[in-house]
DNA sequence: CTTTTCACAGTCGCGCGGATGGGA
DNA sequence: TCCCATCCGCGCGACTGTGAAAAG
């Protein structure tokens, strides 16, 4: 399928029209590879548009933003404008990012850029008609459910292995819908297009550009969930996640191409996601250009490699993705060794040329900065991350941290249930914001609710996620209640406006209450990260793992265990416990 | 020299089938 | 004794990063 792909760039929207229905309705693989054929024949032409601040649309997002990284408007980018207006919007007074729902960068509707075959005018703007709230389906928000874990690795400039047959993405997206017509049907995917004209490459320890990116990119770039088409009660009442997602660069691949987005190494991406309001068929109404959103996350930037170059990135990827956890058993040294041990020579800013100081180890000073995204076991936290300033020679670091040091205090989002505490709590998790989303404003669906796509090891649910992440087996996972009684979810904006003040209010007391809830919380997590092998917390070996200087030495370690602020005697299912009655009993 | 490919070992989820226990 | 549900262990497959070899 993706052989026939080569024209893709003579594609006609007529052809194009001929085939409306969404694969996604029909199954039809080959559908899906085509369902948007325009965007894969002008991959390399349609750059990742910046984001310009407009007014024309205030309240299509939540708060300004530039991005400060690198994003590119091609020269001969005519056919898709410049003056594109990613619509952002001034926050409501008060407001301030979450840590762990990124609002997103909405495309404002500039929908000339992702269906120019549709448009008719193919006006970027054309489609920016948002007529105010009533408009069914429209307006819809988006979050992106695990930010932190994107804005750690976007530190380093992420990087994401593509291979033949297909890789999955780490951090995979996963994200949060509000503000769609429950009754309406939506088509949900994800694009991943260039975000800049470069081709990179790893030299000196950082990241430069290196000539001029291949324009003859072909093959998929679309991937559309599974679940499409459905309800916009369906996206809106769970998380929605991406994790089947896989990165290849085999353009001829004939199979799965369904669940295979097409890249070149060396490149740089950036996802976007699109939201398509259909017919209850899946079929596309051909009158209703409005209906589809596209929304953009900097932060999910990353540029495919087929083999890691920057081992900052390739530490995050064995602390925080489960399916690497056979490489964690000597992480410990990243945090300890000398920067001089380091194969990869990284800025001195880096989060780990401070030396754990034994005596902050333990303590939960740090907890509003970077272990909220830490899924470190504790006695491995390293709290300087981010005291120091990230500059990597990429990265806007002002910008980067401008936005993740304004982590908003959940209350906002979720009413009474947390504030910072239940932003704390869920970003201790194992897999930080891998479900943490799901927690924080809809904290009582994602408890009861079980997607349909489940995940096994990239759980939606904060249950089952505990359960497979902290060792528990899978018959102990299916046997945990199926849920609470549910109870359908307010919608975000909703809860922003109508709790905005109360939470405002409540945050400073959180704040500090939050303090001692996450520190009691963290210590039943603790002990549940290695339910079976206490002692490799009690006992930390530090060996040398990345040393150009021939094997490994291991170097006798510290006992830790008399130091310890967790208890390693609470099973796992009591770290469990603490945890659901800590999320629940705020 | 850089980049890509491949085999490998490790972890984990899942499905299968046998063993076990309770109720009819 | 039979049936059913549950538990448990095993094996398979999916998935990961590593490191050497191959390719460009």
Redesign the pocket.
């Known amino acids: 399928m993706l052989g026939d792909e080569g024209d893709s760039g003579a594609y006609s929207a007529a052809k194009d029209e001929e085939k409306r229905a969404s694969p996604a309705a029909d199954g039809d693989e080959s559908a899906a590879g085509n369902r948007y054929p325009e965007q894969h024949g002008m991959g390399s032409e349609r750059y990742y548009i910046p984001n310009t601040v407009s007014k024309q649309n205030p309240e299509a997002s939540f708060f300004p933003y530039t991005p400060g990284g690198a994003v590119y408007s091609p020269p001969g980018a005519a056919r898709y404008p410049s003056s594109l207006h990613l619509s952002t919007v001034l926050p409501p007074a008060g407001y301030s990012p979450s840590a762990h729902f990124s609002p997103s960068y909405q495309h404002g509707q500039n929908l000339g850029c992702l269906y120019p075959p549709y448009t008719g005018s193919g006006s970027a703007l054309s489609n920016v008609t948002l007529g105010g709230g009533a408009g069914p389906g429209l307006r819809a928000q988006v979050y992106l459910c695990n930010r932190p874990l994107w804005l750690k690795f976007h530190r380093h400039q992420t990087e994401m292995?593509i291979?033949?047959q297909g890789?999955?993405m780490?951090p995979f997206l996963s994200f949060n819908i509000a503000g769609l017509n429950v009754a309406s049907h939506y088509n949900v995917f994800v694009e991943v297009v260039l975000a800049d004209p470069n081709h990179w490459?790893?030299q000196g320890g950082k990241w430069v550009t290196?000539g001029k990116a291949d324009n003859s990119s072909q093959g998929n770039k679309v991937y559309i969930h599974p679940e499409s088409p459905n309800t916009g009660a369906h996206w809106m009442r769970q998380e929605i996640s991406f994790s089947?997602l896989k990165l290849t660069?085999?353009k001829g691949t004939n199979h799965n191409t369904s669940q295979m987005i097409v890249l070149q190494?060396?490149h740089k991406y950036q996802p976007r996601l699109h939201i398509v309001e259909v017919s209850e068929d899946g079929v596309e109404d051909l009158n209703s250009d409005v209906k589809t959103q596209c929304f953009t996350f900097p932060e999910t930037q990353f540029i495919a490699?087929?083999?890691?170059q920057n081992t900052d990135i390739?530490q995050l990827?064995?602390d925080h993705?489960?399916?690497?956890?056979?490489?964690r058993d000597n992480y410990d040294s990243m945090y300890t060794a000398p920067e001089s041990d380091r194969l990869t020579p990284s800025p001195n800013d880096s989060p780990r040329a401070h030396q754990i100081v034994p005596g902050t180890r333990y303590t939960m000073q740090p907890l509003f900065q970077d272990q909220f995204v830490n899924n470190l076991p504790q006695n491995r936290f390293y709290n300087c991350e981010r005291a120091v300033p990230q500059t990597n020679g990429l990265l806007s670091a002002p910008t980067e941290d401008g936005v993740s040091q304004r982590w908003f205090v959940a209350s906002v989002q979720q009413g009474g249930s947390g504030g910072v505490s239940a932003g704390s709590k869920l970003d201790l998790t194992p897999y930080e914001g891998e479900y943490s989303g799901s927690l924080l404003p809809y904290g009582i669906k994602s408890l009861s609710m079980q997607t349909t796509h489940?995940l096994?090891?990239y759980p939606d649910s904060p249950f089952t996620a505990v359960?497979?992440?902290w060792?528990s087996?899978?018959?102990y996972?299916?046997?945990m209640p199926p849920s609470l009684p549910w109870s359908p979810r307010p919608s975000p904006a909703a809860g922003f406006s109508e709790e905005l003040g109360k939470a405002k209010a409540q945050t400073d007391e959180e704040v500090h209450s939050g303090e001692a809830l996450i520190s009691s919380w963290t210590e039943g997590q603790a002990s549940a990260l290695s339910p079976n092998k206490p002692e490799s917390y009690s006992v930390t070996c530090k060996r040398q793992r990345?040393s150009l200087n021939g094997p490994s030495a291991d170097i006798k370690c510290e006992d830790l265990s008399s130091s310890g602020s967790y208890s390693k005697e609470a099973p796992p299912t009591k770290g469990m416990a603490s945890y659901y009655s800590f999320y629940a009993n705020p």
């Open positions: 292995i291979t033949k890789r999955r780490f490459r790893f290196c089947k660069n085999n190494s060396l490699v087929t083999a890691y390739t990827k064995i993705n489960p399916f690497a956890k056979g490489f489940s096994g090891y359960s497979a992440g060792g087996r899978a018959a996972q299916r046997k990345l």
